[in-house]
């Protein structure tokens, strides 16, 4: 009866009616099986809430330490993340008060809070950590895998991986290394660390400034250092490449990293000496941020150039992407903001013809993230590895 003494419906008591109606269908025999399964019912989503986040770091082969998260909730489900490898856990720690009370299934709204908080570089290290483990709750509380909550299903079964290999100042050892990860791991997808250090104790083969200190050396921008590889050091750098080939073939790809702090006019020679080996990308030739003459390198040199595991946000990558400055894309989900964010990132390469190669450092945790987020991406999209399963056991939450 409404307010006027008049007989009549309203939304509430059709509502009402209505759950009484189906309650009433499942109580005279209908079978359960028409009813949803798999539902977590010792959680309830919309009530969840964020108590409490701790810290373990671990230490493991290859770049380390390595911090992991967790984030609990007062209804006993937890989810993992991981902080950029190297990177400090205060990154995370920090915003620790910014997250508490939260709903971890409101991922964009907590990501869109507490993003003002990092940075490029291991500074992206804290935000990205509690973003993997918030999908990590939501994975747990929906009972679905994170791939099918980033709206584009699944396009893949199996994520193509590459990985660096240990350097050999003998180039035939080296090529034997390369030539044990192709056939004795199994990869598909190979990649060489190969920079001026292995030739310049060879007279003749690099000008560069003697006087340098040694934060001068590591912290100034590649073409701020004057150092130029010769047409000797370039000679000695082929014959590595050579080897390298000679003893893995010509069909599987080779990536290269960490040519040396370099000048511009030594990685375009370097990409036309090495344009004949057919490499998939030179790496982090020079600071990303210096997009016009990364689009000059790009323009001379005709072995592609890559970029990225440094850049925070899709918004740096999409500079790089709308001027063509590199030919591919490199984003550490760590890093670039998360998995969401890598996706949003992806996508937007793809508007521009750009592919993504997605770096990765870590442990198993960041591992998998990024596993989710390139099985939702097309086949072009590729990881690199060098996790080690082994470290995450016994870990000490602090």
Request: hydrophobic share 40%.
């Amino acid at each position: 009866m409404n307010k006027n003494g008049q007989r009549g419906f309203d939304r509430r008591g059709i509502l009402k009616t209505s759950a009484m109606a189906l309650g009433g269908a499942l109580l005279l025999g209908e079978t359960a099986e028409a009813y949803p399964k798999g539902v977590n019912t010792n959680s309830n989503p919309s009530t969840l809430k964020i108590t409490d986040l701790r810290v373990a770091t671990i230490v493991k082969p290859g770049p380390s330490p390595c911090s992991i998260i967790r984030i609990d909730t007062d209804q006993g489900v937890y989810g993992l993340g991981e902080v950029r490898d190297m990177a400090s856990p205060t990154y995370a720690l920090f915003l620790k008060s910014r997250i508490l009370g939260e709903n971890p299934l409101q991922i964009d709204k907590i990501f869109r809070k507490i993003k003002q908080f990092g940075g490029h570089a291991r500074q992206g290290g804290g935000v990205c950590a509690i973003e993997m483990a918030l999908w990590d709750i939501a994975g747990k509380v929906y009972n679905v895998p994170v791939y099918a909550m980033l709206g584009g299903g699944k396009f893949r079964d199996k994520i193509r991986i590459y990985a660096d290999t240990t350097e050999s100042k003998d180039p035939k050892i080296y090529g034997q290394r390369m030539k044990e990860r192709k056939e004795g791991m199994g990869l598909t997808w190979l990649k060489m660390d190969l920079g001026v250090e292995m030739v310049s104790d060879t007279p003749g083969t690099v000008t560069h400034a003697s006087d340098l200190s040694p934060w001068e050396e590591n912290q100034l921008p590649h073409p701020l250092l004057a150092m130029e590889v010769t047409d000797r050091g370039i000679a000695m750098l082929e014959q590595y490449v050579a080897a390298v080939r000679e003893a893995v073939g010509m069909e599987i790809p080779l990536s290269m990293d960490h040519l040396g702090h370099l000048g511009v006019k030594s990685i375009i020679r370097l990409g036309k000496a090495y344009e004949k080996y057919n490499l998939s990308w030179m790496e982090d030739v020079i600071p990303w941020t210096y997009t016009d003459l990364l689009k000059q390198i790009s323009d001379e040199s005709p072995t592609p150039i890559l970029t990225g595991e440094d850049i925070y946000l899709k918004e740096s990558f999409q500079v790089l992407c709308e001027k063509h400055a590199v030919s591919k894309i490199h984003p550490d989900l760590a890093t670039a903001g998360g998995i969401l964010e890598t996706h949003k990132i992806g996508n937007m390469a793809e508007e521009y013809g750009v592919p993504m190669a997605m770096h990765f450092a870590g442990t198993p945790v960041s591992c998998m993230a990024n596993v989710h987020c390139a099985a939702e991406k097309e086949p072009r999209h590729r990881l690199s590895s060098t996790a080690g399963l082994k470290y995450l056991t016994g870990l000490a939450w602090e």
